[in-house]
């Protein structure tokens, strides 16, 4: 089993950045997809961007194509989002999830661990 931790939320004006790490335990973190997802009030949770398990192949979500990173340490064992161009749209709780499917699959059952979420805001 995998426990995931976020951290790096906040507050940033449009066009800033954040970043946001996900920490997990358990002894079987690379063999892992891991993936961000996040959830605006009154809407259904999304994919954002997920990665396979040595990190070589990526896939995102065509509204943060170009703006977002996704990247891994498996020796650190901890999952990244790196957040560029951040819009009012990109407002969200957002979530780290782990699953043994493709990376490629972008379903939310698709992944079995979640995060508790962190929030994002971004202001105009």
């Known amino acids: 089993q995998v426990q995931l931790v976020e951290s790096g939320g906040g507050l940033v004006q449009a066009g800033g950045s954040l970043r946001l790490s996900c920490a997990a335990s358990?002894?079987?973190?690379?063999?892992?997809?891991m993936g961000w997802f996040r959830q605006a009030p009154g809407k259904e949770r999304e994919f954002v961007a997920a990665?396979?398990?040595?990190?070589?192949?990526?896939n995102y979500a065509d509204s943060v194509k170009g703006r977002f990173t996704i990247s891994r340490d498996n020796g650190k064992i901890t999952e990244y989002l790196q957040m560029n161009s951040l819009k009012p749209e990109d407002t969200a709780v957002y979530y780290c999830?782990?699953?043994?499917?493709?990376?490629?699959?972008?379903?939310?059952?698709?992944?079995?661990?979640w995060g508790q979420g962190t929030q994002v805001s971004v202001s105009s």
């Open positions: 990665i396979n398990w040595n990190g070589r192949s990526t």
């Open positions: 999830a782990a699953g043994t499917r493709s990376y490629y699959r972008t379903a939310v059952d698709d992944f079995d661990y």
């Open positions: 358990g002894r079987t973190f690379s063999t892992y997809t």
